[in-house]
Each structure stands twice: as structure tokens, then as C-alpha cells.
């Protein structure tokens, strides 16, 4: 515990001993920063696209499925879509 609280000390002293920096090295952090910001927003946006992607194409397999269900089955998908309009009718009244 002491030795932690001794470590922490020798720490703050270490940074209050250093020089303040630079213009040089803050522009040089900066653009280190822009960098950095820079990368993650080509990151973010590769993983939008990705997400984009993948939900297009299972929307578009989920709307090929309804369409063929209907083919096979017209009369029971009517009557399925018929009850469920009807339960949403009766929870909208109330």
C-alpha cells in the first residue's frame, strides 16, 4: 500500500519536473490526434457499409420468402394476416 502510494508520488514529481511542451510538439500531438480521428472514421464507416450490407441482404431473403409462401399458400398467409390485423384492432381499441 505504501509502496503504491510512493510510486504515485515519484510519478507526480517526474511530470511536474518535465518542461512544458513545446508549439512544435503540440501541433505534432494534434496532428497525431487528426490522424488518429481520421482512421476511426474510415473504421466506422467500413463497418457501416458491412452492417448495410448484411441487412439488405437478409431483408431481401425474408421478402423472397413471404412472396413464396404466399405462392404456395394464398388462402391460409389471408387468413394469418387477416386474424393478426384483427388482434391489432382489438389492443388498438383499447
Same mark, same amino acid.
Given at each position: 500500500?505504501? !509502496? &503504491? &502510494?510512493?510510486? @504515485?508520488?515519484?510519478? !507526480?514529481? !517526474? @511530470? !511536474? &519536473?518535465?518542461?512544458?511542451? @513545446?508549439q512544435a510538439e503540440l501541433e505534432m500531438q494534434i496532428a497525431d490526434l487528426r490522424a488518429e480521428i481520421s482512421r476511426l472514421t474510415e473504421t466506422v464507416t467500413a463497418i457501416g457499409t458491412g452492417a448495410k450490407a448484411v441487412v439488405q441482404g437478409e431483408a431481401e431473403l425474408m421478402t423472397e420468402r413471404v412472396r413464396e409462401r404466399v405462392r404456395e399458400d394464398p388462402i391460409s398467409t389471408l387468413l394469418t394476416v387477416a386474424g393478426v390485423s384483427f388482434l391489432f384492432g382489438l389492443l388498438a381499441r383499447r
Open positions: 500500500m505504501v !509502496e &503504491k &502510494k510512493l510510486a @504515485t508520488v515519484d510519478v !507526480e514529481a !517526474e @511530470t !511536474e &519536473k518535465r518542461p512544458p511542451p @513545446t
